[in-house]
């Protein structure tokens, strides 16, 4: 045992960070935590709930919500409201706390909110399971209209819309940890469907389990396999859960810090197994917490108490690809490419020549890696299956990860650049040094302009306020019926309040 993942249980969470604290063992959890005592083994890759619940008030401060409803459903939602409570006070920020009922009738409860008209803010904090239940309720007393929602639940997208009903517009807000249209999430979803169907339909049905291996041990706690008449479970990009993600980002955590632990040690890993009966204890635990440590990249520092700008970057642009740069040294990429002349030619030999192949053999040159070229198997580009929103073509095979890139002539469009990164062209139009030279010659009247805006709004600041009887002052306020009255608006003055007004200053001498 290296690694104990889990319990999503908040009953057994305790127990089992106690028996990894004893024997050692890294213990990686992915669900919200909010106890303040953590196990010197503990890793927890959800964010912290303190920092958790100063974003949910960032948000209402953003916002400028003075009146509010807060909605919770138990003790833990009110952990994650915390900041939003304590920034709550009679004379500038008022919060009504009301609490979900434990049965499923939520009416009463909207109806005593209903009474407060004049409040249009509610906040909501609850399972995401119980959502569809709330608004429907909220409907059907009314309170849809002109009302804005902030959700607390980090699940919200993997809800049917439909569920929220279609009668009514319906102003939700919410925040999430993910982003389904990166390509690395899209990548994966795509390649956890692939297994799936592939995994489910091409493996043997002996004994009612599949097979990977011959391993008999393992085999034997395998899940029963769908016939293949039986539906196959698909994955949606709004059905990846947060705590999914996590968990998916742990896996990779430890794989990168077992393999990063190997290559570090003289012998290989020694797992072996404990009995929480006797003082055993991994040796080697400490060393994989440190390398799961390290897998963290700190780039910055989150200061919750800070006034203003909360975020303090260490890693400069330069340290950032100074690191990528090593990271490619001596790694090999695989390059998809199209035919195409004068780009890309495949000789009888087998081998590429032409403008993309010496690209990415300079490239190559310059940043240490090794590479292979290989034409795209179906002969495309890349488009969107328009049913499927599958890629095909090089842009498939990069998502896949078939692919580390596509050099080719490739032109970029929306959907394309929405769904892979580019690179820029670097190669300067040629006719760009001559209409440089065109524009040097000609005549800047930018400079003349501003200079005769200045001086014609000057003048008629001076020129308009001695017309004008309001602008004419007494020098002396103590004589109701003065001699002489008294203009301070000359022409320096009026350009001393234009160029203040220019740069944005003000000026205490101002026509009237």
Not at 99 to 107: E, F, K, M
Not at 196 to 208: A, D, E, I, K, P
Not at 410 to 436: K, Y
Request: aromatic letters at 10%; proline letters at 6%.
């Amino acid at each position: 045992m290296a690694v104990v993942f889990g319990p999503q249980s908040p009953q057994t969470a305790n127990l089992v960070q106690s028996v990894c604290d004893a024997l050692e063992v890294p213990h990686v959890e992915t669900n919200w935590d909010f106890r303040s005592n953590r196990g010197n083994y503990m890793i927890n890759l959800f964010p912290h709930p303190s920092t958790l619940s100063r974003a949910f008030a960032d948000v209402v401060t953003a916002w400028g919500w003075d009146k509010y409803i807060v909605i919770y459903e138990n003790h833990e939602s009110l952990i994650r409201l915390q900041e939003i409570l304590k920034e709550s006070n009679p004379s500038s920020r008022q919060a009504f706390v009301k609490q979900l009922p434990p049965d499923d009738d939520y009416r009463p409860l909207f109806k005593e909110v209903r009474s407060q008209a004049e409040i249009s803010s509610i906040i909501i904090d609850c399972d995401s399971s119980k959502l569809p239940k709330i608004f429907e309720h909220a409907r059907e007393t009314g309170m849809m209209k002109d009302r804005r929602f902030f959700l607390t639940s980090l699940d919200i997208r993997t809800l049917d819309p439909e569920e929220f009903g279609q009668t009514d517009s319906i102003n939700v807000t919410a925040l999430s940890l993910i982003d389904p249209d990166k390509p690395k999430v899209q990548s994966i979803i795509e390649q956890w469907n692939d297994l799936v169907v592939n995994g489910f339909r091409n493996r043997s049905h002996s004994g009612g389990f599949y097979f990977d291996d011959s391993n008999s041990a393992r085999n034997r706690y395998r899940q029963p396999a769908p016939s293949p008449t039986e539906p196959v479970p698909n994955l949606a990009n709004n059905m990846l859960k947060t705590e999914t993600a996590m968990m998916y980002d742990a896996m990779e955590l430890v794989a990168r810090a077992l393999q990063a632990l190997d290559a570090s040690q003289p012998h290989r890993i020694d797992v072996k197994s404990l009995n929480c009966k006797t003082q055993d204890t991994w040796q080697q635990g400490h060393l994989l917490l440190d390398m799961l440590r390290k897998g963290f990249s700190r780039i910055g520092i989150y200061d919750t108490a800070a006034e203003g700008e909360k975020f303090t970057w260490t890693r400069t642009a330069t340290e950032t690809l100074r690191q990528q740069e090593e990271d490619l040294k001596d790694k090999t990429l695989y390059v998809t490419t199209i035919i195409g002349a004068p780009y890309a030619v495949k000789g009888d030999d087998g081998n590429f020549t032409g403008y993309v192949p010496d690209l990415i053999e300079k490239l190559s040159s310059v940043l240490k890696f090794r590479y292979e070229i290989r034409e795209v198997a179906d002969g495309k580009y890349g488009a969107p299956d328009p049913i499927t929103k599958r890629w095909n073509g090089m842009i498939g095979e990069v998502m896949s990860g078939a692919a580390d890139m596509a050099a080719a002539d490739l032109s970029i469009n929306f959907d394309r650049e929405s769904a892979v990164d580019f690179t820029n062209w670097q190669e300067p139009a040629p006719c760009s040094s001559d209409f440089g030279q065109i524009l040097e010659n000609q005549f800047n009247m930018i400079n003349s302009l501003w200079f005769s805006t200045g001086s014609i709004m000057g003048q008629g600041c001076d020129i308009l306020p001695r017309i004008t009887p309001v602008q004419w002052q007494n020098p002396h306020p103590c004589k109701d019926d003065p001699d002489e009255l008294e203009n301070d608006l000359g022409v320096t003055n009026a350009l001393w309040h234009n160029w203040g007004s220019l740069m944005q200053q003000g000026s205490d001498i101002a026509p009237k």
